[in-house]
């Protein structure tokens, strides 16, 4: 059998790098400093998901027949949640602000098939099951969906705040993944409902959701449990004239869950890659706020969370464009770094940061301390480092205007390129306790980074590769980077190492092998015709 190959695409499971990958990086030459940005069209335009039709139909949900209510939140699930965030965060201060917590359907997931829904009358015939679920006094929900196959039809969610109904989705076939287990992105308010449509029964569950008992608007109106935000924080809008465009643009608010039960707050920032043919989500932050596979899943990096002028107008923040999940890639305890490769496809408007390994050259860090809206912090590199952390792995900057808390972990430091040269750990201080940080004793603290020349040495390989692995049966070389320079010479190398969103560029020829490929990927020519089998 011969196929001839120009552009396929494939859609199995998810799979992280390897360890093959992880030998190969650390071979690749140092690059001290990469471009500061390669921006996505600010006027890209967002496809609107479709209205649901059973938006303000009053016969689609019904008390006792297909509303499902949690209940109310009780005291010892939020004195539990706080105990157990502390636990996690021990060693970090200031620790990422708990804003949510996790919570099950105590008596059994919600489904279609146990009759959880309502079949919706309709006038053109088709098949739409009806649910909500119901979290009381949250001031957003997202929901868990595990076992999710609905064949040819599709699934939406929705909840409404002042402005109407936010729609996520259309989900369909076994959902962003294609494994059948995602979150969505929050919703406003304590209900979400749920629509399905499809010829036949969709098959799917939920068995838990993230109820935000803390509002992320809240903060910024002192409503919000835990220390305040102060209010000697800078708009990073009012200081376009020393941050670079393309370091704003690339950091993006973060929320997730830690260990599968509370959830909380953190910063980061897209990076730039040596792949100009395809636009990599490469995500940096701080490996102590997430750093495995399943908290990765439950990520939700949110854009363009900030002011439309100098100390303007906020955006409604549910409308603002996000992504949902990736894959984790990377972590480095020795500096406090983790990678992702974001789940789905970045929005018009964000950019990818350059970067450095002069790391003694950062001047300002961009951040959403406590998950409010973009700020900036001016630095300055102290004579001394923080006594506590390796100057090798760590830089420590005295904040010289501005300042930073929790919810700012994991943001950038940037040098006056717009390059990022590190990302936050926290606050230390020899003079005063951390947790009493305040406008009037900014003196005591320095900010500290975890450097990007340790951090290089860990991803320089997917920097280096960006979106495509290259493949070339003819090559001999010794070394095999899956670069287009040192290409691999076996299909199955590069589906070996792959992940979710993977691009495999082949070089033409013939490749009798038998492949697998257990990822979704996209496959492309390279050169010519490519033919597959023999």
């Known amino acids: 059998m011969k196929i001839y190959l120009y552009i396929i695409t494939a859609g199995l499971l998810v799979a992280v790098g390897s360890a093959a990958a992880n030998e190969k ?41 297909n509303i499902h209510d949690l209940g109310m939140l009780q005291e010892i699930e939020v004195i539990e949640a706080d105990e157990r965030a502390a636990k996690h965060f ?42 909500s679920v119901r979290s009381p006094e949250a001031y957003g929900v ?27 989705g259309p989900y369909t076939e076994r959902g962003p993944d294609g ?26 569950e939920i068995a838990e959701v993230i109820h935000f008992d803390q509002d992320l608007y809240g903060v910024e109106q002192g409503t919000r449990d835990g220390p305040p935000l102060l209010d000697c924080h800078l708009d990073v809008n ?4 020393e941050v670079a465009a393309s370091a704003k643009n690339a950091t993006g608010q973060m929320n997730f869950l830690c260990d599968g039960t509370s959830c909380h707050v953190c910063t980061g920032t897209l990076l ?52 949902v999940g990736g894959v984790h890639l990377k972590s480095e305890s020795e500096n406090d770094m983790e990678l992702i490769w974001l789940g789905g496809s970045l929005p018009g408007g964000v950019s990818l940061a350059g970067w450095s390994t002069d790391t003694a050259s950062g001047q300002y860090g961009v ?15 102290p004579s001394v480092e923080c006594p506590t952390f390796d100057p090798w792995d760590y830089d420590s900057y005295d904040m010289i205007d501005g300042l930073t808390q929790g919810g700012s972990s994991g943001s950038g430091v940037f040098n006056s390129s717009g390059q990022l040269t ?89 490749y009798p092998d038998p492949i697998t490929i257990n990822q979704e990927v996209k496959l492309v020519a390279w050169d010519g015709t490519v033919t597959l089998g023999g």
Request: overall charge negative; aromatic content about 12%; glycine content about 8%.
């Open 142 to 168: 997202r929901v868990h969906f595990t076992g999710f196959d609905v064949g040819d039809g599709s699934v939406v969610v929705y909840a409404y705040d002042d402005n109407g109904a936010v729609i996520r």
């Open 422 to 510: 590190g990302q936050l750990w926290g606050i230390c201080s020899v003079t005063t306790d951390p947790d009493n940080l305040s406008c009037s004793n900014i003196d005591d603290f320095w900010a500290v980074y975890g450097q990007f020349e340790t951090t290089y040495d860990e991803i320089s390989w997917y920097l280096g590769i960006g979106g495509t692995l290259w493949v070339d049966g003819s090559y001999t070389g010794i070394y095999q980077f899956g670069t287009q320079a040192n290409p691999f010479d076996a299909i199955q190398t590069a589906l070996d190492i792959a992940w979710d969103g993977m691009r495999i560029k082949i070089k033409t020829g013939s």
């Open 238 to 241: 009012c200081h376009m004239n």
């Open 272 to 323: 730039n890659d040596n792949d100009s043919e395809t636009t990599a989500p490469y995500f940096l932050t701080a490996r102590h706020c997430l750093n495995t596979q399943a908290e990765v899943d439950t990520l939700e990096v949110v854009w363009q969370y900030e002011t439309d002028s100098c100390n303007g107008v906020l955006p409604n923040y549910s409308t603002l464009p996000r992504n």
């Open 179 to 204: 494994d059948g287990d995602f979150w969505t992105a929050t919703l406003p308010g304590d209900e979400v409902f749920v629509e399905a449509i499809g010829a036949d029964e969709p098959h799917f």
């Open 367 to 381: 951040h959403h301390p406590k998950g409010s809206w973009k700020r900036v912090v001016f630095l300055s590199h």
């Open 25 to 65: 990086q650390n071979e690749l030459p140092i690059q001290e400093t990469f471009p500061a940005t390669v921006p996505l069209d600010p006027m890209a335009v967002r496809s609107e998901p479709p209205t649901p039709l059973s938006v303000d139909r009053w016969d689609a949900f019904k008390e006792g027949v």
């Open 90 to 131: 021990a060693d970090v201060f200031p620790v990422p602000p708990r804003v949510g917590l996790a919570r099950s359907i105590e008596w059994g997931p919600l489904s279609i098939t146990r009759g959880d829904a309502l079949l919706m009358d309709t006038d053109d015939g088709r098949n739409v099951w009806t649910f």
